[in-house]
């Protein structure tokens, strides 16, 4: 199974400023998801990054607010632009080889 | 689009008590289905999933789940559970022409001595 690097782990950021969430997976993947779990909740996918094109975002996020970048097969940065606290969250990257889905460890960020 | 339905947000049960944690999708075409457990401040763990085949799935832990392809059920059980099994699981259901893999709100099983 695929192995995802994500980093950083966790961060404290202040409100108005941008936060770049990188994912790194040892083997290559056509698709990458992007999720976030708000506290004591589920996850909620955010978008799907394909390697070569624009992004495609679930219902409720925005590119403006989550610009997502796919360089490779390998890589992907999210971004939480102009953050508040409500966006304190984790937010976990995944990738689907043939056998199932693949998460990072996760990004647990504080905004305050 | 797929959906996943877990109906119960908490189950408290003794130790050494069977559980079962239910979980019912929606989709228009053929599903695979996980479960995930996770564990207090740490990230996501497969504990089994349906691709295909036989429908009595068996994972880790001694977990196991049947899916039921005319109830559009996916249930969670475990014979015996103990307190090390304190945890918030969630079903997911990922639908053959999307490849999106979605969750359902979880349920948080509490395991008492």
């Known amino acids: 199974s695929a192995v995802i690097s994500q980093k950083p782990s966790r961060d404290i950021c202040q409100r108005g400023t941008s936060l770049t969430i990188q994912c790194q997976v040892d083997s290559q993947v056509t698709m990458m998801f992007w999720y976030r779990q708000q506290p004591g909740q589920s996850l909620t996918l955010i978008a799907t990054?394909?390697?070569?094109?624009?992004?495609?975002?679930e219902s409720g996020f925005v590119i403006d607010k989550f610009p997502i970048s796919r360089p490779n097969l390998t890589f992907s940065t999210l971004t939480v632009s102009n953050m508040s606290p409500e966006d304190s969250s984790i937010y976990l990257c995944?990738?689907?080889?043939?056998?199932?889905?693949?998460f990072g460890s996760g990004t647990r960020l504080t905004v305050v | 689009a797929q959906s996943v339905t877990q109906l119960d947000s908490q189950v408290p049960v003794f130790e050494e008590a069977p559980v079962e944690l239910r979980c019912n999708y929606s989709?228009?075409?053929?599903?695979?289905l996980f479960w995930y457990v996770q564990y207090p401040n740490q990230g996501l763990q497969l504990l089994l999933k349906y691709l295909s085949g036989s429908t009595l799935v068996k994972g880790i832990n001694g977990f196991e789940a049947e899916f039921n392809k005319s109830q559009t059920s996916f249930h969670l059980r475990k014979p015996s559970v103990h307190i090390s099994d304190t945890a918030e699981y969630f079903c997911a259901v990922s639908a053959s022409d999307t490849d999106k893999l979605i969750f359902g709100t979880g349920t948080r099983l509490q395991v008492f001595p």
């Open positions: 995944s990738v689907r080889p043939w056998d199932g889905y693949t």
């Open positions: 989709s228009s075409v053929s599903v695979y």
């Open positions: 990054a394909n390697q070569g094109s624009e992004a495609t975002y």
